[in-house]
């Protein structure tokens, strides 16, 4: 596999491409109306919410997981169990403290 664009290095047939999430609320209808009214997506799109210590922290695990498994399952595997692992032990502060997760 070759490529001299990024799309091009990326084997199709293997990765499961899934439709964005933010669009996926709208309807055909009302995308073709956001695009004659740019206010229509403004004005029905829930806020979200960018510049927050949990985006940061979440940044942080997304960019942690990729760096340590590969592919999509393992990511996603690596992230479910440290958000797990922080909720059965969210402090701890001696060796007492800590609790094996089994």
């Known amino acids: 596999?070759?490529?001299?664009?990024?799309?091009?290095?990326i084997d199709w047939k293997r990765v499961k491409v899934t439709f964005p999430p933010v669009p996926r609320r709208f309807t055909n209808n009302d995308l073709e109306?956001?695009?004659?009214n740019?206010?229509?997506?403004?004005?029905?799109?829930?806020?979200?919410p960018c510049h927050t210590q949990?985006?940061?922290?979440?940044?942080?695990?997304?960019?942690?997981?990729?760096?340590n498994v590969s592919g999509q399952d393992g990511r996603?595997?690596?992230?479910?169990?440290?958000?797990?692992?922080?909720?059965?032990?969210?402090?701890?502060?001696t060796k007492s403290e800590y609790n094996c997760v089994n």
């Open 1 to 9: 596999m070759g490529g001299m664009d990024y799309p091009d290095l």
């Open 76 to 93: 996603d595997g690596f992230i479910r169990n440290t958000i797990q692992s922080r909720q059965s032990m969210p402090k701890f502060r």
């Open 38 to 48: 740019p206010d229509f997506v403004e004005e029905n799109l829930p806020p979200f």
């Open 33 to 36: 109306q956001a695009v004659e």
């Open 54 to 67: 949990a985006v940061e922290r979440t940044v942080q695990l997304v960019s942690k997981a990729s760096k």
